[in-house]
Structures are given as structure tokens and as C-alpha cells.
């Protein structure tokens, strides 16, 4: 069993910068790959970014250049960092953990940034 629990989520301006973090628990040791994710209002969860337990880093085209995904593994943690911030990422961001077995998440942080 995997624990993921997130913190960071406010309430910012645009243009502004915010951190996410990821607190992991539980069997770390299975895990080979960490995500987060965006649920807008009214929208589906989406995938923002992630990163493979060698450091591979993806990011889908809308955070390209403003965010950057990165872990500490002695610490069990990882983050989102967030620059640039605009209206649209407005939603609750989720944290996600792969094993070979089972998909895990976070319970959310809400960010919001009024236009």
C-alpha cells in the first residue's frame, strides 16, 4: 500500500508561482513512476506531468515551460512547481503514484487563480 498526501494549494494572482508537494508513505519502494494531475471545473482529470524513477520528465503542451516536476527519493517527496500561473489552471491538482500493481492518489489541493 502506497500513501500519497498533497499540500500547496492557494489562492494566486496571475503571473505568480506556486509548489506543490507530494508526501509518500507506505510501500515507496514499489513505485516507478509519479504524475500529477488537474481536474478544472467541469473538465476531466487531466495529466500535467511526470516523472519515471531514472528522472524522466514528460509534460503535456498547456505546462510545458512553466511547470517542472521534481522528487527527492531519500525524502519520499515530490513537487510540482508551478510559474507563470494563468487563470486556466484553475482546479484541483492530484498527486499519482504507479507500482506494477496497483494506481494510487492523493486526496487533492485546490489552486486557484482568478482572471
Known amino acids: 500500500q502506497v500513501q500519497l498526501v498533497e499540500s500547496g494549494g492557494d489562492l494566486m494572482q496571475p503571473g505568480g508561482s506556486l509548489k506543490l508537494s507530494c508526501v509518500i508513505s507506505?510501500?515507496?519502494?514499489?513505485?516507478?513512476?509519479e504524475a500529477w494531475y488537474r481536474q478544472a471545473p467541469g473538465k476531466q482529470r487531466e495529466l500535467l506531468a511526470s516523472?519515471?524513477?531514472?528522472?524522466?520528465?514528460e509534460y503535456t503542451d498547456s505546462v510545458k515551460r512553466r511547470f517542472t516536476i521534481s522528487r527527492d527519493n531519500g525524502a519520499n517527496i515530490f513537487w510540482l512547481q508551478m510559474n507563470s500561473l494563468r487563470p486556466e489552471d484553475t482546479g484541483v491538482y492530484y498527486c499519482?503514484?504507479?507500482?506494477?500493481?496497483?494506481?494510487?492518489w492523493g486526496q487533492g489541493t485546490q489552486v486557484v487563480v482568478p482572471s
Open positions: 499519482n503514484a504507479w507500482t506494477i500493481t496497483a494506481n494510487y
Open positions: 507506505g510501500s515507496v519502494s514499489s513505485i516507478f513512476h
Open positions: 516523472i519515471t524513477r531514472d528522472g524522466r520528465t
